[in-house]
């Protein structure tokens, strides 16, 4: 392995379009003749993300069971696992609701590994909806923690979804980019790439019972099933009305479903339930006979109401459920660095 690749690590809150820009970057960096790779990362298993990510071609890995700032290990192992299919750079995303990522993850992989790779700036990615939200007078106090202190330790705020908004940045100095359009991703490559940025430079002293308790306020879950439907249903007829069912009853900070159906593949996003949800994939398949779903949620609330609120939801399709893989809880409190 005597590549050096470089390692960029781009952050954000809980929907704020990280993997979208991602694949768009690596789609983009495709084109120049460059290898991307990428690590995935969440508090639980089965990711939708690393499904997507895998769908599109990319190596990639996953480290769950909490952030990296505290598996560090397992996040420097996959790393160094991707590094082995010589990769020129490894995307990292770290979970929407993680910071302190320049002491507990930049900053000991440019004093320790600085010869296995390349640390390119951290970027942060904000989605403007949320940030007036978060900016707000009736902001959820523990998600503002979250979002405000993830901008203020970015080396490059990267404002997303610039196709569906308009108006000024509240961060000055932030770039913006629509990874549906293109606009603004390559010319990030091209800063992220150029050596011009510290990697890291915006150590913070993070209220680490105050992070706890912001983490505490949301409620995970991950689910996986199989679908038998008799007579056959379109994905489309599937994931709509199964998302909106869970966007009714909960106060939904992040929803991602896809369906793998045998007509097709469909994954809707959901980031608030104001908002209308973002369906990508194959709209237009045919009613089908068989589905794989998977549910990834984040909610404001106690795991037991929120698991509860999907099972009723699960329960109303039309078809046979077996469900394979269902974790629902509350975040470990994230640990200090040393």
Sequence with gaps: MTKRPYLEVVGGFLGAGKTTLILAAARELAKRGMKSAIILNDQGDSLVDT????????????????????????????????????????????????????????????EVYSGEFRLAPFTVCVDPGRAREMNGEASNPHMAFLFRNQLAE??????????????????????????????????WLDEILSGGL?????????????????EAALAWLNLSASLHCDPPVSPAMLVGPLMDRIGESLDVVHLKVTDNSD???LKGALCSRD????????????????????INLRAVGEPEPVRAVVE???????????????????????????
């Excluded at 194959?282 to 998977?294: I, K, N, Q």
């Excluded at 699960?314 to 660095?337: D, H, I, K, W």
């Design 275 to 294: 908002l209308e949800p973002a369906i990508e994939g194959s709209l237009d398949a045919s009613p089908a006979v068989r589905h794989e779903l998977l």
């Design 198 to 214: 510290h990697a890291g430079s915006h150590r913070l002293d993070i209220d680490y019972g105050h992070y706890a308790r912001a």
């Design 263 to 265: 007509s097709g593949f």
């Design 51 to 110: 499904q997507l990510s895998r769908r599109h071609g990319f190596d990639s890995a996953e480290v769950t069971g909490g952030c990296f700032c505290c598996q560090f290990p397992d996040f420097l192992e996959s790393a160094q696992q991707l590094r082995s299919h010589s990769p020129d750079i490894i995307f990292a995303e770290p979970v929407g609701s993680c910071t302190d990522l320049s002491a507990t993850v930049l900053n000991p992989l440019r």
């Design 154 to 187: 970015a080396d490059l705020v990267c404002y997303t979804k610039s196709d569906l908004y308009t108006g000024t940045a509240m961060t000055p100095g932030a770039r913006y980019v629509s990874a549906r359009t293109g606009q603004g991703v390559a010319a």
């Design 312 to 338: 009723a939801a699960m329960a109303e399709l039309s078809g046979r459920v077996v469900t394979r893989q269902l974790a629902c809880f509350t975040p470990a409190p994230p640990r200090r660095p040393v």
